[in-house]
């Protein structure tokens, strides 16, 4: 297993302090944490806090789209998940309400997975399905209603703490370890990118492409359902219209800004989440410099724009033409 | 230079033979330093069927677009009509009066047919296409090539063939002068390679000049006129079909004068090898197994320390040979076994734990993931093969890369280089090492020295020999048939996707191998119009 | 000439089979609830649904050619609110505002078809960008909804040709109608819509036979957002307000009419008719559980994925099948 930052990963960490320096001119206390009530407070950690969710997914949706393939569903299933968790929460023990939550999540991305890897849809077609369906799924759950419950033992997991860090962060950075284990702790990840990277030479290579690809799947719906219990956890209730609402699209720039293509072969796990880390920041500088949070989707449409523009092929090759001519050749 | 008077579309009489239509002399192109073609020359007459051929690599492709303006070329004079020309691109071409059909049809398959005949310039009345009117002037188009469809109906519901005819028909419709046709009959069975050749037939008394590019030679005695050869980027010969053989056409494209193949088919002798005291008994046979449509029915049997060499022109179904015993495509015939019992080989990764290894022709394609590095393509099938839950740490990682860079010589020698930068040579012998890293039993070589350098060729050839003694049983593909009769103990003969002969010891020489190739028997004259077999 | 025939019959399948869903689905309605079956019910379904089927048309040229459109609903927000802004706090006169949206919304396409052609990107990531824009810029302008009071609009409200039987066709019925059957003539009667099928089935093709694919994908985007422009001009006289949510999610419902219309999502095959059907099934879903009453929303979205799997997997099959056989296809029709 190794922790260490892929070479390109600079790019984004600079990028993330910016945004971080930017907040905290606007707003000078950006940096200030306190400590009250056994829990670390400031803008900083609510940067971390808010952006949990979208990290969460965003550990999923990485290994698809490095796998080629894309997952629309997640904020349907995110909603799905939400709604059994606070269905069941005053009911049922913590691990039952757990287990049938992340149960359901890890359902919806078998039948996802099946449908790209067994039946050969393609990816964008085969969890739109999904992605219509698993709302109205969800609000059939909640029979429409906004479903809440008083368990503490569920809402610790939304708005709780470990050793002074809100629960949400320790759940990811504990996803996020567990997801570097089982993929880079394992061959999964080698074999992931060389599908990715070219899918007939693996499979001449003798990796089976199909069964990653079902398990890849299976893990985005289980990291949708892990988000959508800390969603509902979060504010002691489900919503079934709203719960992940375009998240599953904030995800997918998550894993682009990390520097994953659209087109599969590398990817980061750390730099997807660092992808959600900016976006979230983005969203709270915005708040926090008194511009209107309607302002946000400009601004991220702006860093879509110049993602793309970064990734594009035909940009690419211009730039390093030019990039060689002015700095000479590098590695 | 003579002018020749331009024969119109509708003119019956062929027109003046001997006199030049299309002339490109001084060809040149060179990709990255690589020379894929050097002052080639070509000279097409009105009305004449004009055979190009080439093994891969030859570069037939790479003329054919310069050509038609898709790749510029560095250097070279083309003329038509004896006016020189210089398209800039396919829709340049075409203009100026040189259309290209290829073997994949450029046409859209989900539109109709009368669509394709007139897409971009379908008769209109206010903007609206007059559907009627288009289907009457594509019937009237098709009629004129004995063709007779529903034009209303997708392209994709007609076979390939009349694709084809449907593609040459909007070509020639476009004032074309001369058609370029890349392969059109790789995919076709008989029957429709005759309806092809009997339109290709009347553009000839229209006076188009054809340049026709196959790899069925039966068809090239049965329709052309004239063949040019290249080899290696040069012209290898022009000459008409009357005065060139079949043994010397294929002896120019292989590139071998009888003289010097005879001297350089010094066979290694059998009792070399390290299989003293009769065969060894085979790792893996294959009886009858074959694939309708794909490889006719074959016996095969691999023995270790024992190179099975299999040859012929392209397209013959020596690819297809190695896919079936890789498991890459699926036998519907026959049996295999490993080590005695029978096995179903439904996948690679089933032939990888069989021992098996497989490098493919296709090196870019099918071979290297190119933005993973060198180390990780090398580990590649070991891991697949290891399984997901027991990964090679770094250091065993490292130490297989390390290991093979210094025993194969690849350079340069960095592991945590992307594949994709390496040259062609370091790359065949990085995934030659993807494969040795698995210590396989069997390893199947599919133009294993294609289109790489000198050096790196040597090198493959006597890691081959090195494998073979080590006693790997061998599979290897190779149009190099000087390399072949070096280190085969047994040359399989393809031709038109069947095993046609089988030769051991010594009778393993170039020319028994071109002999077979070209039909044992060039006595007896090639049935007119032979396809190839269903 | 057999083999021809049935394949003609084969592409029709799909909107015969969704016709036949409507029909069935309209009969059930109709011996469910005795007052439905009839022409007031018929029409209302036409008011209620103009702006999805007029956004649908676009999308369904977008599909055909291979592409996709996520930004149409946030086009139809930004339409919107923008004549909201225009009329009422400008003063512009509404049809001068609506030629100015259209023309904004046309540049707007215009801009993301070229993106995907100069940049080679992804049709989904820069729509989604669009997306963003779209609905950034509607925010930008106003977040709270405005009421729209010009004379034109309470005129165009009122406005409708009086069938029998109470039933009224309303202006934004009448525009649908129109943009349906305006679509049915350009994609199928034009040699623009010819190059957009020729684009689904072959990029690579279509290029080598010369026409200009940039231009074409251009005009693709262009229509695709200046009928969401349309759409969000017909929303905002059916709501008479510009809010800067509306079409929220209309993408999603546009998507799935095309493809519960038996266009390939793969691009390639479609018809305009079929998204129309594809259109009129969702909204019979709305008015059954309407008429219920005691149904909730939700299965209309159910019901709706329940279609789309249905149709897709259909469409994997129909394609197998069609694969396969072209395989053993030999010959072909020849003298």
């Given amino acids: 297993m190794s922790l260490r930052l892929p070479r390109i990963g600079t790019s984004q960490v600079v990028a993330l302090l910016a945004i971080l320096a930017i907040n905290w001119v606007v707003s000078p206390q950006f940096f200030d944490i306190r400590l009250q009530d056994g829990r670390l407070f400031g803008s900083l950690i609510d940067v971390l806090n808010r952006g949990a969710p979208v990290a969460i997914l965003s550990l999923g949706m990485v290994l698809v789209i490095a796998m080629r393939g894309i997952d629309l569903s997640v904020g349907a299933v995110m909603a799905i998940c939400g709604a059994i968790a606070a269905s069941l929460a005053d009911s049922h023990s913590l691990p039952v309400v757990l287990a049938a939550a992340l149960g359901a999540g890890l359902a919806c991305g078998l039948w996802n997975g099946f449908l790209v890897a067994v039946l050969g849809i393609q990816p964008i077609v085969a969890t739109l399905i999904l992605m219509v369906a698993g709302r109205g799924i969800a609000q059939l759950i909640t029979e429409g209603r906004i479903v809440t419950f008083t368990s503490p033992e569920l809402a610790f997991l939304g708005g709780g703490s470990v050793l002074g860090l809100p629960t949400p962060i320790v759940i990811t950075l504990a996803l996020l370890a567990l997801t570097l284990l089982i993929v880079r702790g394992t061959a999964l990840g080698l074999l992931i990118e060389a599908t990715g990277g070219n899918a007939r030479a693996a499979a001449l290579a003798g990796v089976g492409t199909r069964l990653i690809t079902l398990a890849v799947y299976a893990w985005c719906g289980l990291c949708a359902a892990i988000a959508g219990v800390v969603a509902a956890a979060d504010i002691l209730g489900a919503d079934a219209n709203n719960a992940g609402l375009w998240l599953e699209l904030d995800a997918i720039l998550a894993v682009v800004i990390g520097g994953t293509s659209l087109f599969g072969g590398r990817f980061s796990l750390v730099l997807a989440v660092i992808g959600a880390l900016i976006i979230q920041a983005m969203n709270t500088g915005i708040l926090l410099s008194g511009f209107p949070p309607e302002t946000n989707l400009v601004v991220k449409a702006v860093v879509v724009l110049a993602v793309l523009l970064a990734q594009s092929p035909r940009l690419k090759g211009s730039l390093a033409v030019l990039g060689s001519s002015l700095f000479g050749r590098r590695a | ?534 | 000439m057999n083999a021809a025939g049935r394949n003609s019959l084969n592409r029709l399948l799909p909107v015969a089979a969704t016709t036949a869903v409507f029909l069935l689905g309209f009969l059930i309605c109709s011996l469910t609830f005795p007052n439905f079956a009839s022409l007031r019910v018929v029409m209302n379904l036409f008011t209620d649904n103009a702006f999805l089927g007029i956004v649908a048309v676009g999308m369904t040229f977008v599909i055909i050619s291979g592409g996709i459109d996520l930004s149409v609903g946030s086009v139809i927000g930004f339409t919107t609110v923008f004549l909201a802004i225009a009329i009422e706090r400008w003063g512009v006169p509404p049809l001068v505002a609506f030629a100015l949206v259209l023309v904004i919304c046309a540049l707007f396409g215009a801009a993301m078809g070229a993106a995907i052609e100069y940049f080679e990107l992804p049709p989904f990531i820069v729509t989604l960008a669009g997306m963003f824009l779209a609905r950034g810029a509607s925010f930008l302008m106003s977040t709270e909804s405005i009421p729209i009071t010009a004379d034109l609009y309470s005129h165009l409200a009122d406005h409708a040709l009086r069938l029998p039987g109470g039933a009224r066709l309303t202006v934004p019925a009448m525009i649908m109608i129109l943009v349906v059957i305006g679509g049915m003539v350009l994609l199928h009667l034009t040699r623009f819509g010819a190059n957009v099928y020729a684009l689904g089935g072959s990029r690579v093709s279509t290029a080598l036979m010369g026409v200009n694919v940039t231009r074409t994908t251009i005009l693709i985007y262009m229509l695709s957002a200046g009928l969401a422009g349309l759409s969000g001009i017909v929303f905002s006289l059916y709501t008479s307000s510009g809010y800067s949510l509306s079409g929220v999610g209309v993408e999603l419902d546009a998507i799935a009419a095309v493809v519960i219309g038996g266009t390939l999502l793969s691009g390639g095959y479609g018809f305009v008719f079929g998204t129309f059907v594809g259109v009129l099934i969702q909204g019979l879903i709305q008015t059954y559980i309407s008429f219920d009453g005691s149904l909730s929303s939700w299965w209309a979205k159910i019901a709706t994925g329940l279609l789309l799997f249905a149709f897709i997997g259909f469409q994997q099959a129909t394609l197998r099948l069609a694969r396969r056989s072209r395989r053993h296809a030999t010959g072909g029709a020849h003298a």
């Fill in chain 2, 1 to 534: 230079m003579v002018p020749v008077s331009s024969p119109h579309d509708d003119a019956p009489a062929a027109p003046p033979s001997g006199a030049p239509l299309l002339e490109l002399t001084g060809f040149s192109k060179s990709f990255a330093g690589f020379k894929a073609l050097d002052q080639v020359e070509l000279t097409l007459r009105a009305g004449e069927v004009h055979a190009l051929l080439g093994e891969n690599g030859a570069g037939k492709s790479t003329l054919i677009k310069c050509m038609t303006g898709v790749v510029h070329r560095d250097a070279g004079r083309l003329s038509l009509d004896g006016v020189d020309i210089a398209p800039r691109s396919a829709e340049e071409a075409v203009k100026a009066g040189i259309a290209t059909v290829y073997q994949e049809v450029n046409l859209a398959p989900n539109l109709s047919v009368a669509q394709n005949l007139f897409l971009g310039r379908q008769p209109t009345r206010f903007g609206l296409v007059r559907e009627g009117e288009m289907r009457r002037r594509a019937r009237e188009l098709l009629a004129a090539f004995d063709l007779d469809l529903d034009v209303a109906a997708p392209l994709e519901s007609y076979s390939v063939a009349v694709q084809h005819i449907v593609a040459i028909a909007r070509a020639v419709d476009q004032s074309a002068r001369v058609l370029i046709l890349d392969e059109p009959t790789a995919s076709l069975d008989a029957h429709e390679v005759e309806i092809l050749f009997a339109v290709l037939r009347k553009l000839k008394a229209r006076g188009i000049g054809i340049v026709f590019v196959t790899h069925f030679l039966d068809q090239v005695y049965a329709i052309c006129e004239r063949i040019t050869v290249l080899r290696n980027g040069r012209l290898a010969g022009s000459a008409t079909t009357a005065e060139l053989p079949r043994l010397d056409l294929v002896r120019m494209m292989l590139g071998r004068e009888l003289a010097q193949a005879t001297a350089s088919a010094a066979h290694a002798p059998e009792a070399a090898r390290d299989v003293a005291g009769g065969r060894a008994a085979a790792f893996a046979t294959f009886e009858n197994y074959g694939k309708a449509g794909y490889v006719a029915p074959f016996d095969l049997a691999l023995r270790p320390g024992h190179v099975v060499g299999l040859a012929g022109l392209l397209g013959s179904g020596r690819t297809e040979t190695t896919r079936l015993v890789f498991g890459a495509a699926h036998a519907d015939s026959g049996t295999a076994t490993v080590d005695g019992a029978r096995v179903a080989l439904t996948s690679p990764a089933e032939a990888l734990h069989l021992g098996f290894g497989y490098c493919p022709e296709e090196r870019k394609t099918e071979g290297i993931v190119a933005e993973l590095t060198v180390r990780e393509n090398i580990v590649l099938a070991l891991q697949a093969r290891r399984g997901v839950t027991r990964p090679l740490s770094r250091r065993e990682q490292d130490e297989i890369a390390a290991r093979f860079i210094r025993l194969l010589d690849i350079r340069p020698p960095d592991p945590e280089r992307p594949i994709g930068l390496l040259s062609g040579g370091n790359q065949q012998k990085a995934l030659l090492a993807r494969w040795l890293a698995t210590e396989p039993r069997l390893l199947i070589l599919d133009e294993p020295t294609r289109g790489i350098d000198v050096g790196a060729h040597a090198e493959i050839i006597a890691l081959i020999r090195r494998l073979c003694a080590e006693g790997m049983a061998l599979l290897v593909v190779s149009s190099e048939l000087e390399e072949i009769v070096t280190y085969a103990d047994e040359v399989i003969v393809l031709r038109d996707r069947a095993h046609v002969a089988r030769l051991t010891g010594e009778d393993i020489t170039v020319p028994g191998i071109l002999a077979a190739i070209a039909e044992a028997d060039p006595v007896q004259p090639p049935p007119a119009a032979a396809g190839r077999a269903a």
